[in-house]
């Protein structure tokens, strides 16, 4: 029985989210409005099917996918980058890898406690995020 991820989700910290912005090659002017937002993670997940939403008053980013099935995901609104993403189960770590122009891309989700916590990784460079769960 895989984790449940289902749930609104709030931004507590927000560690390294600059460097990560920065090797995704985000401009400067939009990384100053970016690094202050507090975004929410609106998850959906039924059985390995996944909706997951980000939200912030600046700009919004979803995306949909089923565990092992390979999809061309566009950044939009992020980087702007076409890259190849598949999602797969690690223990009851929901990872995923984005393969592309930039190296090692991808990200990590788990769940410790009433926690969801997040990894942005690319190119050696790691951004840690953790969300509460909106009561
Ligand atoms: O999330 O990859 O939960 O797609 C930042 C939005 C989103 C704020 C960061 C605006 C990446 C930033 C979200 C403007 C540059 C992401 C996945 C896992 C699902």
Redesign the pocket.
């Given at each position: 029985m895989p984790v449940d991820f289902n749930g609104r989700w709030l931004m507590e910290t927000n560690d390294n989210?600059e460097d990560?912005?920065k090797v995704?090659n985000?401009d400067l002017a939009?990384?100053k409005?970016?690094i202050h937002?507090s975004?929410t993670?609106v998850?959906i997940q039924d059985g390995d099917k996944f909706v997951?939403?980000?939200?912030?008053i600046?700009?919004?980013?979803?995306?949909s996918f089923t565990i092992g099935e390979e999809i061309e995901?566009y950044?939009k609104?992020?980087?702007n980058r076409v890259v190849k993403t598949l999602i797969t189960w690690e223990g009851d770590k929901?990872v995923?890898t984005?393969r592309g122009e930039k190296a090692n891309r991808g990200?990590k989700?788990w769940l410790e406690g009433d926690k969801l916590h997040?990894e942005?990784f690319c190119e050696g460079v790691v951004c840690h995020q953790v969300f509460k769960k909106q009561a």
């Amino acid at each position: 029985m895989p984790v449940d991820f289902n749930g609104r989700w709030l931004m507590e910290t927000n560690d390294n989210f600059e460097d990560f912005m920065k090797v995704l090659n985000i401009d400067l002017a939009t990384r100053k409005i970016a690094i202050h937002l507090s975004q929410t993670k609106v998850i959906i997940q039924d059985g390995d099917k996944f909706v997951i939403k980000t939200l912030s008053i600046f700009r919004n980013y979803e995306m949909s996918f089923t565990i092992g099935e390979e999809i061309e995901e566009y950044t939009k609104g992020l980087d702007n980058r076409v890259v190849k993403t598949l999602i797969t189960w690690e223990g009851d770590k929901l990872v995923c890898t984005q393969r592309g122009e930039k190296a090692n891309r991808g990200w990590k989700h788990w769940l410790e406690g009433d926690k969801l916590h997040m990894e942005l990784f690319c190119e050696g460079v790691v951004c840690h995020q953790v969300f509460k769960k909106q009561a």
